[in-house]
T-cell receptor, first 113, second 114 residues
């Protein structure tokens, strides 16, 4: 199966609520990154967390990484309609893998006004 | 001022044809990538060039040939197009070739093979 399974595949919430998306992976990583993709657009980098970090924040985004469980989560607090998009996690593998990122299938987030 | 641009945005063609997609970045980055996103939204890397040198070459049919005339451009040529080549192709760039370098994506080229 693909590296990096996102869960849930789709999430529908009301504006103001928090949204949590999860990502699991199978092999060791150097870092894990989260990207957002608006409909019909390219991906936009949100945040990177390294394998020796446990938590990072950026504005309304909070990312956690649990290497023992090989999982990460992205929390968007106080969601807005503009947060509606697909969210992907991407794994930067260990070893000399240059910029090779392995993406999951993504979580489709819909925030209703 | 588009950072990473791709042309064309849409491409509809018949099976067996040869087509090219062009990518340009004006960020001064050293590394460029091609990704394929299938109908289920899986995004897979195909190629990467660093300063015009091929550094990532995934298991891609040899009908796909990337060309980097300079570090600001990375084109993708596809020979003998097949139905399964229908997808959205994304170009991306990053400052360096490290796995921690942020990648900046273009808007994508939607290829439909009939």
């Amino acid at each position: 199966s693909q590296q990096g399974e996102e869960d849930p595949q789709a999430l529908s919430i009301q504006e103001g609520e928090n949204a949590t998306m999860n990502c699991s992976y199978k092999t060791s990583i150097n870092n894990l990154q989260w990207y957002r993709q608006n409909s019909g657009r390219g991906l936009v980098h949100l945040i990177l967390i390294r394998s020796n970090e446990r938590e990072k924040h950026s504005g309304r985004l909070r990312v956690t990484l649990d290497t023992s469980k090989k999982s990460s989560s992205l929390l968007i607090t106080a969601s807005r309609a503009a947060d509606t998009a697909s969210y992907f996690c991407a794994k930067g593998k260990g070893g000399t893998s240059y910029g090779k990122l392995t993406f999951g299938q993504g979580t489709i987030l819909t925030v209703h006004p | 001022d588009t950072a990473v641009s791709q042309t064309p945005k849409y491409l509809v063609t018949q099976m067996g044809n040869d087509k090219s997609i062009k990518c340009e970045q004006n960020l001064g980055h050293d590394t460029m990538y091609w990704y394929k996103q299938d109908s289920k939204k899986f995004l897979k890397i195909m190629f990467s060039y660093n300063n015009k040198e091929l550094i990532i070459n995934e298991t891609v049919p040899n009908r796909f040939s990337p060309k980097s005339p300079d570090k600001a451009h990375l084109n993708l040529h596809i020979n003998s197009l097949e139905l399964g080549d229908s997808a959205v192709y994304f170009c991306a760039s990053s400052q360096g070739k490290s796995r921690t370098d942020t990648q900046y994506f273009g808007p994508g080229t939607r290829l439909t093979v009939l």
